[in-house]
């Protein structure tokens, strides 16, 4: 048996080694795609115009993104601030304090939550929010960045729960009992122990919910508007995805107007690129 385990084992470890090195393969195609088909469009417009342009009116011969990109980081941190709290207290709830019927209830719910197409958060919003939100306010359109924002904080709140109640489940027992042997209460030690020693876990659930809200596009185009506004919490506004999708579909082939929805496609990638640098940067840090 020992004659046979050695060779199967190296058989399986070049298999593992393989999948790794087609992940990083479709990372790095994705990105020399990207800025290929990118690059020729922001040099003919020209960088400052392109990111700093206000204005996006491509029979003009103008194609300004800055509405595009506020647009995205407001809606995206509008979503954090909103799901992330939520998200945390849910999953300490999950992995500290329920028992076994509300914990496997509430983990089915999050589940089905995660599951569900974002067509369907994107045609929910428009038939309820969208006009709960025009009446509400007075407004002439309920579909705005704040409607953008409520469905987004949805959509992200089963990542955040479902990988922070991994990351909380992961912390060694000894941790707490530590805590508690020196006095600590049970909720002091669940939120300065306990949520202190699944940070990492944490991190990866923000970074996760911020790439599913900077990427959506489907539900968003359903209840921003999406009209080339610089971004108001009750304005129509146009996201960096609903930009691409919106106009993809009859923008001549070869034309810069195509050309410019590529270089938008790279802009948004470089987005999550950094994001996921940044707050990796910071996990790294603590640790140590």
């Known amino acids: 048996m020992r004659k046979h385990g050695k060779p199967v084992e190296e058989i399986f470890h070049g298999v593992f080694f393989a999948c790794g090195l087609l992940s990083v393969a479709f990372v790095l195609g994705i990105t020399v795609y990207l800025v290929v088909s990118g690059m020729p469009a922001i040099a003919e ?12 009116k491509p029979s003009g011969g103008q194609y300004g993104i800055l509405p595009f990109i506020f647009t995205s980081i407001y809606g995206t941190l509008g979503a954090v601030v909103l799901s992330l709290p939520l998200g945390l ?34 045609l929910v919003g428009m038939i309820v929010l969208v006009p709960a939100i025009q009446a509400a306010f007075g407004l002439a359109s309920g579909a705005t960045l704040f409607a953008a ?21 992961a912390v060694p027992r000894e941790y707490e009992e530590g805590s508690l042997a020196l006095g600590a209460t049970d909720t002091e030690t669940y939120f300065k122990v306990s949520m202190h020693a699944a940070r990492s876990g944490i991190a990866t659930a923000i970074i996760q919910g911020i790439g599913r809200a900077l990427g959506e596009a489907m539900a968003i185009i359903m209840v921003a508007g999406n009209v080339a506004n610089m971004p108001g919490l009750f304005k129509s506004v146009r996201f960096l995805t609903t930009a691409i999708v919106s106009e993809m579909s009859y923008a001549s082939y070869g034309s810069l107007h195509r050309d410019a929805l590529f270089s938008t496609g790279l802009v948004l990638f470089l987005f999550i690129v950094a994001v996921n640098i940044i707050l990796n940067v910071i996990t790294r840090r603590e640790d140590a």
């Open 45 to 56: 417009i020209g960088l400052g115009d392109f990111l700093l342009g206000r204005v996006w």
């Open 149 to 169: 924002i409520l469905v987004l904080a949805v959509m992200i709140l089963p990542y955040i729960v479902n990988v922070s109640t991994t990351a909380l489940d």
């Open 89 to 122: 207290l849910t999953a300490v709830f999950l992995s500290k304090y329920a028992g076994k019927r509300s914990g496997r209830l509430i983990r089915s719910a999050v589940e089905l939550l995660a599951g569900i197409p974002s067509v369907v958060y994107g």
